[in-house]
């Protein structure tokens, strides 16, 4: 009997211990992705700009700009302004004070838009998503970003989302009772992109030919 003891006293120690392991790795495991967005716009100066925003907070802000070398600005969180924005701030190479304005009140995620603010240079807005692709960083990759933030946007709200990102309504290349397209340009830059509407919605983006 007492065998008997010692074997069920052993067992309902290691069963314990084996649950308390489990909770110890429930515990301390990660258990969240690295949560990512990128915030692309484009200064009247023509630098391009990418805010990073990583795991709840924006980072750093990437600079280019054709035959300049690229830059990058740290961001840290300042303060949050009365209508509950969060305020980062820093500096482009060591000179010229940086403002980064959250819009989205800190619930960013695509499509989300921020406000940069440079001396001297003045405002840009951003938008976010999931691409890392600046809006200066060739045709190809500012194509990629504009269709991966108009897919599915509703025409009108195309039309802003465009002129806040520094392009200009150039023509109608077509239009139909369903479809539509359009040509836009970046501001000071030969690149296009035909933006091609479906029954008042964006359906595709394409490098313009």
């Given at each position: 009997?007492?065998?008997?003891?010692?074997?069920?006293?052993?067992?309902?120690?290691?069963?314990?211990?084996?649950?308390?392991?489990?909770?110890?790795?429930?515990?301390?495991?990660?258990?969240?992705?690295?949560?990512?967005?990128?915030?692309?716009?484009?200064?009247?100066?023509?630098?391009?700009?990418?805010?990073?925003?990583?795991?709840?907070?924006?980072?750093?802000?990437?600079?280019?700009?054709?035959?300049?070398?690229?830059?990058?600005?740290?961001?840290?969180?300042?303060?949050?302004?009365?209508?509950?924005?969060?305020?980062?701030?820093?500096?482009?190479?060591?000179?010229?004070?940086?403002?980064?304005?959250?819009?989205?009140?800190g619930n960013v995620g695509v499509g989300s838009e921020?406000?940069?603010?440079?001396?001297?240079?003045?405002?840009?807005?951003?938008?976010?998503?999931?691409?890392?692709?600046?809006?200066?960083?060739?045709?190809?990759?500012?194509?990629?970003?504009?269709?991966?933030?108009?897919?599915g946007v509703e025409q009108n709200q195309a039309r802003?989302?465009?002129?806040?990102?520094?392009?200009?309504?150039?023509?109608?290349?077509?239009?139909?009772?369903?479809?539509?397209?359009?040509?836009?340009?970046?501001?000071?830059?030969?690149?296009?992109?035909?933006?091609?509407?479906?029954?008042?919605?964006?359906?595709?983006?394409?490098?313009?030919?």
């Amino acid at each position: 009997m007492a065998i008997n003891r010692m074997n069920l006293k052993g067992s309902i120690i290691a069963g314990l211990t084996g649950v308390g392991l489990c909770v110890t790795e429930a515990v301390f495991s990660p258990a969240h992705a690295t949560q990512q967005f990128f915030c692309p716009g484009r200064m009247s100066n023509g630098w391009n700009y990418t805010a990073e925003f990583v795991n709840g907070r924006f980072t750093q802000i990437r600079w280019e700009r054709s035959g300049q070398p690229p830059q990058v600005t740290t961001l840290t969180f300042s303060s949050t302004n009365t209508a509950g924005q969060p305020i980062y701030r820093g500096s482009f190479q060591a000179a010229t004070a940086i403002t980064l304005v959250d819009l989205s009140k800190g619930n960013v995620g695509v499509g989300s838009e921020i406000s940069v603010g440079a001396e001297e240079w003045g405002w840009s807005r951003g938008t976010c998503g999931t691409s890392s692709s600046s809006g200066g960083s060739g045709s190809s990759s500012s194509t990629s970003t504009v269709r991966q933030n108009l897919l599915g946007v509703e025409q009108n709200q195309a039309r802003d989302w465009l002129q806040q990102n520094n392009f200009f309504f150039v023509q109608t290349m077509e239009h139909t009772d369903a479809r539509v397209i359009e040509r836009w340009k970046l501001v000071d830059m030969s690149q296009g992109v035909d933006v091609i509407i479906v029954n008042g919605n964006v359906s595709d983006v394409v490098e313009a030919r």
